[in-house]
């Protein structure tokens, strides 16, 4: 007989798994015992009754028992209505024992006292969350009230020393400035006796100077021009003669330089000083104008723990005094100094006019034969340029040659190629195999032949592009020499007027 559908009611306590049926079964063969897993429901409520289905091969029988879902024909598990069940091979036995029926009822209900226990806990337990919560919200507000007074009071202190830390920086900041001031003030006052001192110097420093710049710009000669002639020989002694000059007047005007360097770092701490200051005082009025509704503020996590400070109000105090201190004794030294140079400046006799034409004439003699080996050069130049230009076009036309020979190296190798496809005895090394042969080796000759000519060209050509570059550098090392000794040197030389002596 093929497997037919029996649907029964299982009920089992949700708390005992593997639990034997409580339906005892009536006939058909043997059912194994269920493992707990196969009882597992997802409904919330595990005591309701649960509809298992399962396919097992039974002999109908009138007495076949069936859950108490069959015995109402229109039982619905989730309380919607519907049509009467029909299940033609099944037969209602709890209809014929409702003592089992019963029982199983029994086994799933809960007593009155647990009804009424269960309902006084959920009473006890709501009573207790509330009054928490009432606790909870009361020493939240609490807390909310002392940390609102805790930290509007130390914002309030915190913009007090802030305001007393803007006091102190404005009344350094005063004192930096005003000695900065004098201190320039006395500077730009050396600067004048020191531009008095060098317009004594360069009296006599004027030709010196002149002198030892032609002899720099005659160590940028190139090459071969790099000669030890007359001009450099006139050029130092016109140097050794200027420096014996000059000893004294140098000496005070290092010392001079020298104090200036000390006021310009003097100069330098109290301008980085008041620079720090007021950026300092910048910052501190930002933070200190700064309230729970500015713009800008943000959250700095861990700031507080990063320490970036380099000093205490005491050393810092301290060091603007040192700044101070230090200023003022540079400017007393600085009036010192004045009083010496303005007491220095004196006549000093010079005598240069000799060593002056004497390496002017020099420098008007090489320029003349610098400018002859440039001319020479020159053509010598030209003839290779039009060389170089006829053996280039040379070169063309050997290429044009060898161009020319491709078409037909390729008619005669086209020609042989056809040839190989005849067949059999047609295969014969004619006169015509012959000469096209003897044609393709004629024009590779003519070909490598061509080649060796453009090769040659190429080398002469490149031999003579070496010439033209030799000679151009040669050109150009005659003609920096000539823009050294005529333009730079005499052309300075020329236009310094020695005529004007230093006076004292």
Known sequence: MPPQTIMYSQLQPWSVVGAPPLMEQVSGPPVPTRVGNFYQTPRPHPWRPTLGYENVEVIPLPSQPVTNALMDPCYNPSGMATEPLRFPNLVTGFERNPAHAARAALYTRYTPYEW????????????????????????????????????????????????????????????????????????????????????????????????????????????IDLVHDQVEQALLNEVETLRSCQDRLKKMHEQSVAQLRNNRASQHELERDLKSKESALGIDNMCHQLNNFSRGINYYGGIDKFDPTVCVPESWSENSNRIIQRSQNERSKSQQLRSDIDNLINACANEIWNAWNATNNGLTRRSSETLEAKSKLQMHLHKVQQEIFDVEKNMELLRKAIMDKSNPMKVAQTRLEARTHRRDIELCRDDAQ??????????????????????????????????????????QVKVNSLFIDREKCLGMRRSFPITATIKY
């Open 116 to 223: 009424t226990q269960s309902n006084l806990s959920h009473y006890n337990e709501a009573d207790t969350n509330r009054n928490f919560a009432e606790r909870l919200r009361g020493d939240a507000v609490r807390v909310m009230r002392e940390t609102d007074e805790k930290t509007a009071t130390g914002q309030r202190d915190s913009g007090r020393r802030l305001g007393e830390r803007i006091t102190d920086t404005v009344f350094w900041r005063n004192e930096v400035a005003t000695e900065l001031e004098r201190l320039i003030a006395e500077t730009n006052l050396l600067q004048d006796k020191r531009r008095d001192l060098e317009k004594a110097i360069q009296d006599i420093e004027g030709p010196l100077h002149i002198a030892q710049e032609c002899l720099y710009h005659r160590e940028n000669r190139i090459g």
């Open 434 to 475: 012959e000469r096209l042969v003897k044609e393709v080796q004629d024009i590779g000759n003519s070909i490598e032949y061509l080649h060796r000519k453009l090769l040659e060209a190429e080398a002469q050509h490149q031999q003579l592009l070496k010439t033209k570059a030799n000679l151009e550098s040669d050109l």
